[in-house]
């Protein structure tokens, strides 16, 4: 391909200007300001191999316009080097890159205070605690002023449509609470942990009110917090999770 001579006599062709801008392309993307983390992360014997081979491509690349003999093999010498150069940015791309900052999702870790009540005559009485929309823990007998007792069904209850002609009788409609543990929270035990998908919720018994009146039998209040731990080898062991086997208190009752 002929070559134009510059304002300098230097003749130059497309082959010498496509080397070279490719060299200063490459050579930006190791001193641009963008990309100081890739220069830091490259050794410094890396960095001067790849502007020595840059510098010695664009100087085989004009020698070859600016010579009369040998073009043909200073065109392959500087193709040569220029594959060369290439071949150690995508390396230093590839493996010196550092990889990017990736601000990992914070999980908020869930915390609540709930209430609830029973007392012998009926009401819109809050009887239930809500772990985080993951599993329930229902209040059941026994319960007085000194302790609780709630109930966690880790399978579904099933409604019996027929029920069998044989003991123990059952009705019609009647919901059966399957696979349920007992879990007793009394002065000396307050706080017990829950294990479900993954995450373990510390239950506390803050405070028991016994709010009697004339006219009711019973009337009791339980306070709890709710908050949830760590997933530590101490949290986990002392954990109860589905599986495990909780004793039913004497008077059980759903």
Not at 60 to 68: G, I, Q, R
Not at 119 to 128: A, V, W
Not at 176 to 205: K, N
Request: hydrophobic content about 45%.
């Amino acid at each position: 391909m002929a070559g134009k001579t510059g304002p300098l006599g230097i003749r130059y062709s497309p082959w010498s200007i496509i080397f070279t801008v490719i060299v200063i392309g490459i050579a930006y993307e190791l001193t641009a300001p963008a990309a100081w983390q890739l220069v830091g992360a490259l050794p410094k014997g890396f960095i001067v191999a790849v502007l020595l081979i840059g510098a010695c491509t664009i100087f085989t690349a004009f020698l070859s316009d600016n010579v009369n003999r040998f073009q043909f093999g200073l065109k392959l010498i500087s193709g040569a080097l220029l594959l060369s150069l290439l071949s150690l940015f995508g390396h230093a791309v590839y493996f010196y890159y550092p990889a990017p900052n990736v601000v990992a999702a914070t999980h908020i870790a869930y915390s609540s205070r709930q209430v609830l009540e029973i007392s012998n005559i009926p009401g819109g009485y809050n009887q239930t605690l809500n772990l985080d929309n993951v599993a329930t823990l229902r209040l059941a007998a026994p319960f007085n002023r000194e302790s609780v007792t709630l109930l966690w069904t880790t399978l579904p209850s099933i409604t019996i449509d027929e029920p069998p002609q044989f003991p123990p009788i059952i009705t019609r409609g009647e919901v059966i609470a399957r696979g349920s543990q007992y879990i007793t929270f009394d002065v000396e035990h307050p706080v017990q942990l829950i294990r479900v998908d993954g995450r373990i919720f510390g239950v506390s018994l803050e405070d028991i009110h016994d709010k009697k009146t004339p006219d009711r039998i019973f009337w009791f209040e339980y306070d709890f917090a709710i908050s949830e731990v760590e997933l530590t080898a101490e949290n986990l062991a002392a954990a109860i999770n589905q599986r495990t086997a909780q004793p039913t208190p004497e008077g059980a009752k759903p």
